[in-house]
C-alpha cells in the first residue's frame, strides 16, 4: 500500500475485541489499544509519562476470529497495520478527523505473560481467509 504508514503499536487492549461479520459475511474484530508515551528525565533521572493514545483497529477474516476468541481487557499486545484517517462533517457542520488502525498482524507481548499455541484450522471453503472484503485475494 504505497503512501499509507504502516506502523507497529504496543499497548494494552481497553475492552474485550468485538467480533462482527460485515455486509459481505466477512468477520471483523474491532477493538481499541492505549498506547502509553514514555520518556526518561535527565533531570531527575526518571521515566515519565507523557500520556495516553487510544487507537481504534480492526482486523478481518481469519484473523478476526482468534483475535477475539483469544484476547480479554488489560492483554498487552503488538499491533501491525496501516494507520487510516476518516473525516466527515458533524452535525453542527465542523469537519472532523478520527484516526484507526487497519490491522494486519496481531500478537501478545510475552513482556510480562507465557502463551501456548494452539493452531487453528483454515476451512478454505468458505474463503473468509484468504480473501479481503471486496474479495480481491490480500496483498
Same mark, same amino acid.
Given at each position: 500500500?504505497?503512501?499509507?504508514?504502516?506502523?507497529?503499536?504496543?499497548?494494552?487492549?481497553? =475492552? $474485550?475485541?468485538?467480533?462482527?461479520?460485515?455486509? *459481505? !459475511?466477512?468477520? @471483523?474484530?474491532?477493538?481499541? %489499544?492505549?498506547?502509553?508515551?514514555?520518556?526518561?528525565?535527565?533531570?531527575?533521572?526518571?521515566?515519565?509519562?507523557?500520556?495516553?493514545?487510544?487507537?481504534?483497529?480492526?482486523?478481518?477474516?481469519?484473523? =478476526? $476470529?482468534?483475535?477475539?476468541?483469544?484476547?480479554? *481487557? !488489560?492483554?498487552? @499486545?503488538?499491533?501491525?497495520? %496501516?494507520?487510516?484517517?476518516?473525516?466527515?462533517?458533524?452535525?453542527?457542520?465542523?469537519?472532523?478527523?478520527?484516526?484507526?488502525?487497519?490491522?494486519?498482524?496481531?500478537?501478545?507481548?510475552?513482556?510480562?505473560?507465557?502463551?501456548?499455541?494452539?493452531?487453528?484450522?483454515?476451512?478454505?471453503?468458505?474463503?473468509?481467509?484468504?480473501?479481503?472484503?471486496?474479495?480481491?485475494?490480500?496483498?
Amino acid at each position: 500500500m504505497v503512501g499509507l504508514p504502516e506502523i507497529t503499536l504496543v499497548g494494552v487492549l481497553v =475492552a $474485550d475485541p468485538e467480533l462482527g461479520i460485515s455486509l *459481505t !459475511g466477512a468477520a @471483523v474484530a474491532t477493538f481499541t %489499544v492505549a498506547v502509553n508515551g514514555r520518556c526518561y528525565d535527565p533531570d531527575t533521572g526518571q521515566w515519565i509519562d507523557n500520556g495516553t493514545t487510544f487507537l481504534p483497529c480492526s482486523i478481518w477474516h481469519h484473523a =478476526a $476470529d482468534n483475535v477475539a476468541e483469544s484476547l480479554t *481487557t !488489560g492483554t498487552r @499486545v503488538l499491533v501491525t497495520g %496501516v494507520l487510516r484517517q476518516r473525516e466527515w462533517e458533524a452535525t453542527d457542520g465542523d469537519t472532523r478527523n478520527a484516526y484507526q488502525v487497519d490491522a494486519t498482524e496481531v500478537g501478545v507481548s510475552l513482556k510480562q505473560v507465557t502463551v501456548k499455541i494452539a493452531k487453528t484450522t483454515n476451512d478454505a471453503s468458505s474463503g473468509s481467509a484468504d480473501r479481503w472484503d471486496d474479495g480481491k485475494p490480500p496483498p
